[in-house]
């Protein structure tokens, strides 16, 4: 693949993730009007904008509920749908540097879930990682020091749901279409979110739709960016452009929220980002393919097949 085509895959993520935290912002201008539920299912219902720029041809409109594997697409199911709910959770009650900084613990969930279920080999360098990650974590939580919330909460379960859906996706393997894994997690989450959410079921005012539409539109266009990035980039580059999104949570907080970002986040935020970048290395040089960043995983069901295509299938 020429330096080139590389550029334009990096570039291209760089947009995509840009596009996530923009939509994460947006489901955090909701405001908490709305049950995490609700916001879940109509950034869902926006979010099948995308279905027609994943069909490809030869694909066909039931592919979305045909798998080669259904126990673990219906793991996928529902591990997106608590990850999504989890995600919301987090971006409501927490600023967006904290639940960024959690939900990036998804890497160091792989690798222990990859040992757990997969069988797979892990050395020293790659657990040191996952030590690294974890002492972020308690750095920026700080226990004991400060009040934990519901938002710690749903930011750890949003990267742990999204960590389950990369452990399908590596013992799938490369028979699944993209359309299958992508639908999965949406109608998991429209399914799901929209059975909870219907005790507590209000209109959104136009105000509300505005941002949900932001949240689910451009969470959608994300991942068409994403599928494009991985068609022109191995994920061994694409992966760590996820971190720039600590950048635009850093400036939407600044800039929008009016939070502070102290000390002990920024040496947690290092920590992670650098285990996470850690993880990433150990997983290029074992030619293995990369989790992707949000733990929503429609990022995952457009970048691990679009790498399976590129001959470096998961191992498990």
């Not at 160091?108 to 974890?134: P, Y």
């Not at 279409?177 to 059975?195: D, E, H, P, R, T």
């Not at 030619?287 to 470096?312: H, R």
Request: aromatic letters at 12%; proline letters at 6%; one cysteine or more.
């Amino acid at each position: 693949m020429s330096r080139d085509q590389n550029l334009k895959g990096v570039l291209l993520a760089f947009a995509a993730f840009a596009a996530y935290s923009w939509s994460d912002a947006s489901v955090k201008l909701v405001g908490g009007g709305l049950s995490p539920y609700q916001s879940a299912f109509l950034g869902a219902v926006f979010g099948l904008a995308g279905f027609p720029f994943l069909m490809k041809p030869g694909d066909h409109w039931l592919d979305v509920v045909r798998t080669s594997n259904r126990p673990l697409w219906l793991l996928r199911f529902f591990a997106a749908s608590m990850g999504s709910i989890g995600a919301v959770i987090a971006f409501t009650h927490l600023s967006m540097a904290e639940a960024f900084v959690l939900i990036f613990l998804l890497p160091c969930f792989v690798t222990i879930m990859s040992v757990l279920f997969l069988k797979e080999q892990v050395g020293v360098r790659r657990w040191g990682a996952v030590a690294l990650g974890f002492i972020g974590t308690l750095i920026v939580l700080r226990p004991g020091f400060r009040e934990l919330s519901i938002g710690h909460l749903g930011a750890v379960f949003g990267g742990l749901s999204g960590a389950i859906s990369i452990i399908c996706y590596r013992a799938i393997g490369p028979t699944e279409k993209n359309i299958s894994l992508y639908s999965a997690g949406v109608l998991g989450v429209l399914v799901v979110s929209g059975l909870l959410m219907i005790p507590d079921f209000r209109i959104p005012t136009l105000e509300q739709w505005v941002y949900l539409a932001g949240y689910g539109l451009l969470a959608a266009v994300g991942g068409i960016l994403l599928m494009y990035a991985a068609n022109h980039a191995p994920a061994a580059l694409i992966g760590p452009t996820q971190y720039s999104q600590m950048i635009w949570a850093v400036l939407f907080g600044y800039l929008v929220f009016g939070d502070a970002v102290d000390m002990p986040m920024v040496a947690g935020i290092v920590l992670i980002c650098g285990s996470g970048f850690l993880t990433l290395v150990r997983e290029r040089v074992r030619n293995v393919p990369l989790p992707p960043a949000l733990p929503d995983g429609q990022a995952a069901a457009l970048i691990a097949p679009a790498e399976q295509a590129q001959g470096t299938a998961p191992r498990g």
